[in-house]
């Protein structure tokens, strides 16, 4: 067996036996699921309702103010405007909508104030905005002799249907779909690439520091041996997301199992309210399905194993070198914004520039970039991209991930035997030159 396979053997079977690895393995979807009942639970909570004072010396707008759960809104016209403001101030009231009393109603528009100790939300401001600008916008109506009814019995809405050239009908929301299906599978691999990344580099440290290096590094040559434990972490990680799509898979399979037992037997018992409210839901629903099921599902799995893999190569070869050129964690951070800025960077063009044109020049361009296509070109995927630009992409990014290697060869060869200095950039140059 070669070197560098009992490195990657090695590597592996450390990375798997740990007892952090198993627990991670089974607790993480667990924590995932967790974290998302919260949230859900905690979307579900109203908040507590909050008063407003109006003090309305018009007469006109108090009646137009309506309550919900959030907001309750009180008149307290009769009541000075002083202690009103005094009471804003001991909290007794969320906030006071001041509306002074003008015969111009084109200057009343520029008078009215809302007082309060924090500063609103935007929103609210605007709720309150549109229910004033309504109600003058009736007054002027009435004011010019204008029928309001007639008026709004003329307004008019619109609903534009979709559809595609072929005839067939398109939804709603669909690119809101996509991105995020993108979005979900390159935000993975950004975090698998800073996870695995880092224990890579947390791995090269505590051999450097415990000296162990200095016995393996008389056997084998550094090429191999940072070879060998990027490939032997990557099979762990990939090894651990197989685990989380086999339960994942499991538990989609289970849960559809029991929904599916109990819409049969709920169908027994009440079978045409079902089938009525399967009819009502099933037109839209089929339709997203359909859809969703016509995405380029081989491709965008097959493009995240060869883009997860590749990017892991080429941002742990970055890792690699830099826990050989440092003796601890704490001087590691100097390097790692470097690193971590093209990864953030890909993230915010995915969602900012790929939904609104994923086949413009911005988003073609980084998907083309190795340090930011595996994510921008993983959102990029479910709206259809060509296979000649994927197969351009992934031979760039290994490409580069085959030159990167090359380079960081040269720093792991010299850091991974000094001790006891600091580097800077300037070293770094340097060692990557001898």
Do not use: C
Not at 141 to 166: D, F, H, P
Not at 279 to 289: N, P, V
Not at 388 to 416: D, E, P
Request: a neutral charge; hydrophobic letters at 50%.
């Amino acid at each position: 067996m070669s070197k560098i396979s009992l490195i990657i053997k090695r590597e592996f079977v450390a990375k798997v036996r740990n007892k952090s690895f198993i627990v991670m393995t089974f607790l993480s979807p667990l924590l995932f699921v967790a974290i998302g009942v919260f949230v859900g639970y905690l979307s579900t909570m109203k908040a507590d309702q909050k008063t407003i004072a109006i003090h309305d010396e018009s007469g006109m707008f108090v009646r137009e103010f309506k309550s919900d759960d959030e907001f309750k809104y009180v008149d307290f016209t009769s009541i000075d405007t002083k202690v009103l403001k005094d009471s804003i101030i001991n909290e007794s009231y969320e906030g006071l909508l001041l509306i002074p009393k003008e015969i111009a109603k084109d200057s009343l528009s520029n008078k009215i104030q809302y007082i309060s100790n924090d500063s609103p939300s935007v929103m609210f401001v605007e709720d309150l905005e549109n229910v004033i600008n309504t109600k003058l916008t009736q007054e002027n109506y009435t004011k010019a002799g204008l029928n309001v009814n007639a008026i709004q019995n003329a307004e008019s809405k619109v609903s534009i249907s979709l559809a595609k050239a072929s005839g067939e009908a398109a939804l709603k929301g669909l690119n809101e779909i996509k991105i995020a299906i993108g979005g979900a599978f390159g935000y993975l691999i950004m975090m698998f690439i800073v996870i695995y990344g880092n224990m890579v580099m947390r791995s090269v440290i505590e051999e450097k520091v415990s000296r162990i290096i200095e016995v393996i590094i008389s056997s084998v040559k550094p090429f191999q041996l940072m070879m060998g434990k990027i490939i032997g972490t990557s099979l762990a990680g990939i090894l651990q997301f197989l685990i989380w799509a086999l339960l994942g898979l499991t538990a989609m399979f289970v849960l559809s199992s029991v929904f599916g037992i109990q819409m049969g037997a709920s169908s027994g018992v009440n079978a045409e309210a079902v089938q009525a409210a399967q009819q009502e839901m099933g037109g839209s629903l089929a339709l997203y399905i359909k859809e969703l099921w016509n995405l380029p599902i081989a491709t965008i799995l097959i493009s995240f194993i060869l883009y997860f893999i590749g990017g892991y190569f080429l941002y742990s070869s970055f890792y690699a070198s830099i826990g050989a050129a440092v003796d601890n964690e704490t001087d590691s951070q100097q390097f790692l914004l470097p690193i971590i800025m093209p990864l953030i960077l890909g993230v915010y063009i995915g969602f900012f520039t790929v939904i609104n044109d994923p086949h413009g020049t911005v988003a073609t361009t980084f998907s083309m970039i190795p340090l930011t296509s595996p994510i921008v070109m993983m959102m990029r995927i479910p709206f259809g991209v060509p296979l000649w630009q994927i197969a351009v992409s992934l031979i760039l990014l290994y490409g580069t991930f085959f030159l990167v290697v090359w380079f960081a060869s040269k720093i792991y060869r010299v850091g991974i035997l000094m001790y006891g200095k600091k580097p800077t950039w300037k070293e770094l140059y340097k060692w990557s030159k001898y």
